[in-house]
T-cell receptor, first 114, second 119 residues
Framework: KAGVTQTPRYLIKTRGQQVTLSCSPISGHRSVSWYQQTPGQGLQFLFEYFSETQRNKGNFPGRFSGRQFSNSRSEMNVSTLELGDSALYLC?????????????FGPGTRLTVT | AQTVTQSQPEMSVQEAETVTLSCTYDTSESDYYLFWYKQPPSRQMILVIRQEAYKQQNATENRFSVNFQKAAKSFSLKISDSQLGDAAMYFCAYRSVNNYGGATNKLIFGTGTLLAVQP
């Protein structure tokens, strides 16, 4: 069974631009969560989606948004990019919501903002 | 709010030896789950071991075991017979059972411990 895939793997953007990252969960998984990983702040929760609905949101500005499609694929968008948005963005998928279900992480998208 | 603290930014262990990584957490919840994740260099994060707070017995997965002290809010990871492939960043993570009455997959991570394994 294919794992969690994220596209693109690497991205370079200019300050002020916007970017869309994609996450395809493991087949059959309905829950997708997003995390930002930086050397300074570590791993921080962005948001989670289940059945196309945002179920939980982290403490990030409104420039960060996301959505989930009917096939469970998820996208996250960052508008008006800032230098501090440079990070590894990880998504994780799970069969369902709840602690009984293990989360599987993707390889991440490395975003560099110049 | 819950917090997770890993006080050891880096650790080193000789191959075949045992090493213990420390993790403490803070929460007012009585029911929750704790995890150790491994992130090898340039590779995907994978789950190493999980512990349910309501279980007193410490979890074990092959060479990996935890020492869960609920009252002390401590959750350490012991790696026995260390192998070169164990070299990675290790993250301790906390997960609530419920989020305002609903299930959540949200993980709260510590800052990680970079483990080096010396041959």
């Amino acid at each position: 069974k294919a794992g969690v895939t994220q596209t693109p793997r690497y991205l370079i953007k200019t300050r002020g631009q916007q970017v869309t990252l994609s996450c395809s969960p493991i087949s059959g998984h309905r829950s997708v969560s997003w995390y930002q990983q930086t050397p300074g702040q570590g791993l921080q929760f962005l948001f989670e989606y289940f059945s196309e609905t945002q179920r939980n949101k982290g403490n990030f500005p409104g420039r960060f948004s996301g959505r989930q499609f009917s096939n469970s694929r998820s996208e996250m968008n960052v508008s008006t990019l800032e230098l501090g948005d440079s990070a590894l963005y990880l998504c994780a998928s799970s069969l369902w919501q709840g602690v009984s279900y293990e989360q599987y992480f993707g390889p991440g998208t490395r975003l560099t903002v110049t | 709010a819950q917090t997770v603290t890993q006080s050891q930014p880096e650790m080193s262990v000789q191959e075949a030896e045992t090493v213990t990584l420390s993790c403490t957490y803070d929460t007012s919840e009585s029911d929750y789950y704790l995890f150790w994740y491994k992130q090898p260099p340039s590779r995907q994060m994978i789950l190493v071991i999980r512990q349910e707070a309501y279980k007193q017995q410490n979890a074990t997965e092959n060479r990996f075991s935890v020492n869960f002290q609920k009252a002390a809010k401590s959750f350490s990871l012991k790696i026995s017979d260390s192998q070169l492939g164990d070299a990675a960043m290790y993250f301790c993570a906390y997960r609530s059972v419920n989020n305002y009455g609903g299930a959540t997959n949200k993980l709260i991570f510590g800052t990680g411990t970079l483990l080096a394994v010396q041959p």
